[in-house]
């Protein structure tokens, strides 16, 4: 069975930083890719980062570049977001997602249930 779990949203501050976690187990692993989307309310979900698990390449949306970083940590199964200098556009429901290629929601096969991020201004 497969089960992506997010943690760690929450309200956090314009200018703050929050760090989100996905724990993956089953047949995820069989996807090299881990990614993050998000949705803010009224608009569809959109791509933000990448990330590989066989050789730790990294790809982001033009948004995020230089304030969000993705990793990952084998031994425990978990990729991360760290979100750095946050703004309110961050605000929506943060996607963690298994999949082989891409920024398109239909290159993953499998997602989380979501986390609730809300910037404050």
């Known amino acids: 069975q497969v089960q992506l779990v997010e943690s760690g949203g929450g309200l956090v501050q314009a200018g703050g930083s929050l760090r989100l976690s996905c724990t993956a187990s089953g047949r995820a692993f069989d996807s090299d890719l881990m990614a993050w989307f998000r949705q803010a309310p009224g608009l569809d979900r959109k791509f933000v980062a990448r990330i590989s698990w066989r050789d730790h390449s990294t790809y982001y949306a033009d948004a995020v570049i230089g304030r969000f970083t993705i990793s990952r940590d084998s031994a425990k199964n978990t990729v991360y977001l760290q979100m750095n200098n946050v703004k309110p556009e961050d605000t929506g429901v943060y996607y963690c997602?298994?999949?082989?290629?891409?920024?398109?929601?239909?290159?993953?096969?499998?997602w989380g249930q979501g986390t609730q991020v809300t910037v404050s201004s």
């Open positions: 997602a298994a999949g082989t290629a891409g920024e398109r929601q239909n290159e993953y096969n499998f």
